[in-house]
Nanobody, 114 residues
Framework: QVQLVESGGGLVQPGGSLRLSCAASGSIFSIYHMGWYRQVLGKEREWVAVIISDGRTNYRDSVKGRFTISRDNAKNTVYLQMNSLKPEDTAVYYC????????WGQGTQVTVSS
């Protein structure tokens, strides 16, 4: 079973940047399509970005041009570079497979506020 540990969140001003990391256990990481998701308290978790096993990526419209997902299979890690952050990006961010069939990690809080 793959275990996921997210990190890199924090408090940032609007327009700022953060880089999230998701470390995965398990040697089969490279075969997974991986995604970043986010959830605001009281709302459903939503998909943000996906990177498939061959490196191709896709993003929800609201983050296109601002967020970049990447992966390092040698390190079993997937990243989310977030630039030009907006208050509406505030959420707990999670990584998971795509579709999300793995056990969820604890997530990492991102707060965008002045």
């Amino acid at each position: 079973q793959v275990q996921l540990v997210e990190s890199g969140g924090g408090l940032v001003q609007p327009g700022g940047s953060l880089r999230l990391s998701c470390a995965a256990s398990g040697s089969i990481f490279s075969i997974y399509h991986m995604g970043w998701y986010r959830q605001v308290l009281g709302k459903e978790r939503e998909w943000v970005a996906v990177i498939i096993s061959d490196g191709r990526t896709n993003y929800r419209d609201s983050v296109k041009g601002r967020f970049t997902i990447s992966r390092d299979n040698a390190k079993n890690t997937v990243y989310l570079q977030m630039n030009s952050l907006k208050p509406e990006d505030t959420a707990v961010y999670y990584c998971n497979g795509f579709p999300a069939t793995l056990t969820w990690g604890q997530g990492t809080q991102v707060t965008v506020s002045s």
